[in-house]
């Protein structure tokens, strides 16, 4: 099946009335470019930072974070990256982060949560990615938002990082900047929250596991982690609704995005950007094409 979905590579998925799918990879590391370029990824639609920091023994440089996502920028380039910032929490400790013991470390202290309680770390990763933005498409996105809050202190972040890299005479570029939505809060909040940004990605992992109330790591609860369930598929339909009528971009980077039996009702709902394992990618370009053609 792999051999004959090859012609599929270089294809740019349409709809019928000329709308492109994005057919975008997830990556955790530069290692990881090549596989996507091999399966045609247009982009990328979620570059998770975790792996940059739980590798060293201490935390990344803006140096290096700059580099690591120039070169993700360069080779992509024009297509978009989407770096999402740090979402770590007391499930993955990392060397120098101090976590608390949490009882519920889901319901805790991780992702924009812990990065905007620590503004030194953050701004590292918001300068790196200012100045990574002069290389490429660089856009980013907040994971875990439950609160509009959330967004606006980012914003004020951001804006210091960019004044001081111009007062520093560093050379660097705007983004634009989005939320990941995988709290029942964000799709609550949604038509407010897509008046504040540029596009929501939906990580459909953590949704799921949040509006089901069952932990994605729990097997005893597995059969209630399924995306398919109407709960959460009315989640995802409110999320594309709110980002339609504000006219700004829905994508989904969850498992999900990758599943050929669930992309036609996604693309019905008005994604127009699916983020997966670059494996998946050539079998939902396949998918989309299906579609235009009516099959
Ligand atoms: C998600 O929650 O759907 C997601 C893409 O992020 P992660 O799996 O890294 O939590
Ligand atoms: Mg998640």
Same mark, same amino acid.
């Given at each position: 099946?792999?051999?004959?979905?090859?012609?599929?590579?270089?294809?740019?998925?349409?709809?019928?009335?000329?709308?492109?799918?994005?057919?975008?990879?997830?990556?955790?590391?530069?290692?990881?470019? @090549?596989? *996507?370029? +091999?399966?045609? $990824?247009? #982009? /990328?639609?979620?570059?998770?930072?975790? &792996?940059?920091? =739980?590798?060293?023994?201490?935390?990344?440089?803006?140096?290096?974070?700059?580099?690591?996502?120039?070169?993700?920028?360069?080779?992509?380039?024009?297509?978009?990256?989407?770096?999402?910032?740090?979402?770590?929490?007391?499930?993955?400790?990392?060397?120098?982060?101090?976590?608390?013991?949490?009882?519920?470390?889901?319901?805790?202290?991780?992702?924009?949560?812990?990065?905007?309680?620590?503004?030194?770390?953050?701004?590292?990763?918001?300068?790196?990615?200012?100045?990574?933005?002069?290389?490429?498409?660089?856009?980013?996105?907040?994971?875990?938002?439950?609160?509009?809050?959330?967004?606006?202190?980012?914003?004020?972040?951001?804006? @210091?990082? *960019?004044? +001081?890299?111009? $007062?520093? #005479? /560093?050379?660097?570029?705007?983004?634009? &900047?989005?939320? =990941?939505?995988?709290?029942?809060?964000?799709?609550?909040?949604?038509?407010?929250?897509?008046?504040?940004?540029?596009?929501?990605?939906?990580?459909?992992?953590?949704?799921?596991?949040?509006?089901?109330?069952?932990?994605?790591?729990?097997?005893?609860?597995?059969?209630?982690?399924?995306?398919?369930?109407?709960?959460?598929?009315?989640?995802?339909?409110?999320?594309?609704?709110?980002?339609?009528?504000?006219?700004?971009?829905?994508?989904?980077?969850?498992?999900?995005?990758?599943?050929?039996?669930?992309?036609?009702?996604?693309?019905?709902?008005?994604?127009?950007?699916?983020?997966?394992?670059?494996?998946?990618?050539?079998?939902?370009?396949?998918?989309?094409?299906?579609?235009? $053609?009516?099959?």
């Amino acid at each position: 099946e792999r051999a004959g979905l090859t012609v599929f590579k270089n294809v740019t998925p349409k709809l019928a009335d000329g709308t492109v799918i994005e057919v975008a990879a997830n990556i955790g590391s530069l290692e990881e470019i @090549e596989a *996507a370029q +091999e399966a045609g $990824a247009m #982009g /990328v639609g979620l570059f998770r930072t975790e &792996l940059l920091f =739980m590798r060293h023994m201490h935390l990344p440089s803006e140096d290096m974070q700059a580099e690591t996502y120039a070169a993700l920028a360069k080779a992509f380039a024009p297509y978009p990256v989407i770096v999402r910032t740090l979402d770590i929490g007391g499930d993955k400790p990392i060397a120098g982060i101090e976590f608390p013991d949490e009882e519920n470390p889901f319901l805790g202290w991780r992702g924009i949560r812990m990065c905007l309680d620590r503004p030194n770390i953050f701004k590292r990763q918001l300068r790196a990615l200012l100045r990574a933005a002069v290389h490429g498409n660089i856009k980013v996105m907040l994971p875990m938002v439950a609160d509009i809050g959330e967004v606006r202190q980012t914003r004020v972040l951001v804006a @210091e990082c *960019a004044a +001081e890299l111009k $007062a520093e #005479g /560093v050379p660097h570029a705007p983004f634009d &900047l989005g939320v =990941m939505i995988e709290t029942p809060a964000a799709v609550l909040i949604a038509p407010a929250l897509a008046k504040e940004v540029a596009f929501f990605s939906i990580g459909t992992n953590d949704l799921t596991q949040y509006i089901m109330a069952a932990d994605r790591l729990n097997p005893t609860v597995a059969k209630l982690n399924d995306v398919t369930n109407p709960a959460v598929m009315m989640a995802i339909e409110l999320t594309a609704k709110a980002g339609v009528a504000a006219g700004i971009m829905v994508g989904m980077c969850g498992e999900a995005a990758g599943r050929p039996d669930l992309i036609a009702t996604f693309v019905k709902m008005g994604l127009t950007e699916l983020s997966m394992s670059p494996a998946s990618i050539q079998r939902a370009k396949k998918t989309i094409m299906a579609l235009a $053609a009516g099959e």
